[in-house]
């Protein structure tokens, strides 16, 4: 068998790293110094994978399906700090992200607009800014799944959210630990604005100072489902 091929991956993804650049598309082996120059290259159903603890500050925007962006570190997970647009965006369906830190001062720190089955999985997500802050904000997607994630969601205005579902449904929120603490009022672990059939299972959600979950519906059809759920004050 021709193994060049491969042999040539490996050489390139390994000067990469001695250079610097540790973001890596797996299937080419080719690297680069952050998220968003990594997406830029990839082709649909690659994996894109950080092989460093490192902090990053950027605004990813994740427009081609099927991407898995995770990390291999053996230490902590890398982290990304958003700017003032938020920290990741993702415009396209079938997307996996896992093993990350994600920070955000400005907008939600994971934004999923109008896609479809989204994996986001083994997450820490912080927020805190002078406005309204989102952990996770889903705006019109379905089928997507988050699990094993933290979110402590915080700011000094209204308006604080761990998850905001809108107009989505079908979703899955499982294994996870959600608070949203700000210093304002409006604080909720998760808020469904015209959102059905969502799940929230064997997680623990906490909004300070106002309610941990909270629904508004301009229908009474619209149903979420609240399956083994602690609240945390």
Known sequence: NDTSGNIAASLLFNISIILGNDTCIVES?????????????????????????????????????????????TGGYPTVNGTKSGAIHINASDVRLFNLTINSTFGPAINVTLVYNVTLERLNITTYGPAGSYGIYFNGSTNSTVRNVTIRSGGTANGNYGIYFALSGNNTVVS??????????????????????????????????????????????????????????
């Open 29 to 73: 082996g080719t690297c680069y110094g952050n998220i968003t120059a990594a997406v830029a290259n990839a082709a649909p159903g690659q994996h894109i994978t950080i092989v460093r603890e490192l902090t990053t500050t950027e605004s990813v925007l994740v427009n081609t399906s099927g991407l898995t962006i995770t990390s291999n570190t």
């Open 176 to 233: 996870s630990n959600i608070t949203a603490n700000g210093t304002g009022n409006d604080n909720y672990g998760i808020y469904f604005l015209n959102a059905t059939n969502n799940y929230v299972i064997n997680s623990t959600v906490g909004g300070i100072n106002s309610s941990d979950i909270r629904v508004e519906s301009a229908t009474a059809t619209d149903t979420n489902f609240l399956l083994n759920v602690t609240y945390n004050k």
